[in-house]
């Protein structure tokens, strides 16, 4: 009995892991965005626009990685994802220019991009009974990697000494000592996944579409035809701009906006991860209750609290806090949703590609998020930018909100 429940959720467990240490080195970089302009002495817009080529590249590998899993199988792509993203988290342990970190970036990019589009496929199809579950499973650990970054941060940050005496020979090894663990990690993790998973039948591995053809760029485009599809797809984006620029930004806007020191800021950014475990709440009521009741009201909840970031930006660390983590609650609420309906609404044959398709808009719109915010802050400072972030949130609620009423 015992083999037989490993067994069963081996597969969840594996790509959950992968899934956060690929959020955990995303998460590395917002709270060290500081320690990245003192060592390099560049602005907000510099770093913004670095991390926005992070989510660029994150954003492109949406579509391909989907068709590439329909036709060599989920764990090669997601195994070699891995593999990619702990090389470029090894290459930032070194000190060096600029763009070589930049660079470096790119490559994490990379490899974690692959991931997302391809498991979520992977777990609809292994637990079709209870996709909704599952996937707030897999996105609640995957998210506690952005709970993990900051706090590893806060203490790396904290404690060079004992650091410099484990890494004497890397110049700046207080802040890219991170990046060794999160390395060695990923490797290790992509060796474990490919001979747990290898051969497992319940994964696929060519597309099951009828007659083994693949589908064409213009069957891709035609799902766009559907204006509600279309309708939805424009919720994601806003969303994922709204989120992306958020997270991206959230400890500088605190420590600014707000002036609150470092690692009070540092700690309330934890705590927008720290609720993750929404997820495994929402998923589970969205598959009894339905789809658009809960995300409508997880975008309603994150658009409140971001509108109340930009007006109660002074009110001090207790009232932002609970503010924050409201915009975790939302914002992690919506997530599992937004998967189990997209699966929901694609035809089998494009399923893989299909998701891939919407995966790429949303998570371009997102990766243009860092960069925006970022200029919009040099030029007229964070509350504008993030009074910009509130009103993308509030655009993927209302539009939302029109779904389900005309459902």
Do not use: C
Not at 28 to 34: G, M, R, V, Y
Not at 47 to 66: E, K, N, R
Not at 119 to 130: E, N
């Amino acid at each position: 009995m015992g083999s037989r429940r490993i067994r069963e959720y081996d597969a969840l467990v594996l790509v959950s892991l992968v899934w956060f240490l690929g959020k955990f080195v995303r998460y590395l970089f917002p709270p060290l965005f500081e320690s990245i302009q003192f060592a390099y002495d560049v602005s907000n817009a510099t770093v913004g626009t670095a991390f926005t080529g992070f989510m660029i590249v994150y954003a492109l590998l949406q579509f391909p990685s989907g068709a590439v899993a329909d036709r060599v199988g989920p764990v090669r792509v997601i195994v070699a994802g891995a593999l990619v993203a702990g090389t470029g988290s090894l290459a930032l342990v070194f000190d060096a220019p600029f763009a070589a970190l930049v660079a470096a970036m790119v490559v994490i990019g990379a490899g974690t991009g692959v991931h997302k589009t391809v498991s979520v496929r992977l777990i609809a199809r292994v637990y079709p009974a209870r996709t909704g579950r599952m996937l707030g499973a897999h996105d609640t650990l995957g998210a506690l990697g952005g709970v993990a970054a900051p706090a590893v941060v806060a203490a790396v940050l904290s404690a060079p000494p004992a650091l410099a005496a484990v890494l004497p020979r890397l110049p700046g090894a207080d802040w890219r000592a991170p990046f060794l663990l999160t390395g060695v990690l990923a490797v290790s993790l992509a060796v474990v996944t490919g001979l747990r998973l290898r051969g497992d039948t319940r994964l696929g591995g060519a597309s099951d579409a009828d007659g083994g053809d693949s589908p064409g760029a213009r069957e891709y485009l035609r799902l766009f035809a559907d204006r509600r599809f279309s309708a939805f797809v424009l919720v994601t984006v806003a969303f994922s701009f709204a989120y992306n620029g958020t997270v991206a930004f959230l400890p500088l806007y605190l420590s600014e906006a707000a002036a609150l020191p470092a690692t009070t800021a540092s700690l309330l950014y934890s705590a927008l991860f720290a609720v993750t475990f929404v997820q495994l709440v929402s998923g589970d009521l969205s598959d009894r209750l339905g789809r658009f009741p809960v995300m409508v009201a997880a975008l309603g909840l994150a658009t409140a609290a971001l509108a109340g970031l930009v007006a109660l930006a002074g009110a001090g660390a207790v009232p932002l806090g609970a503010l924050v983590v409201a915009l975790g609650l939302g914002s992690h609420g919506f997530r599992p949703v937004r998967g189990a309906y997209l699966v929901e609404a694609l035809p089998d044959r494009l399923a893989g590609g299909g998701l891939g398709v919407v995966r790429t808009l949303l998570m371009g719109g997102g990766a243009l998020a860092p960069a925006a915010v970022g200029i919009v802050a040099d030029a007229a400072g964070f509350r504008p930018a993030f009074a910009l972030l509130a009103g993308s949130m509030g655009l993927a609620a209302v539009v939302a909100a029109g779904l389900w009423v005309t459902e």
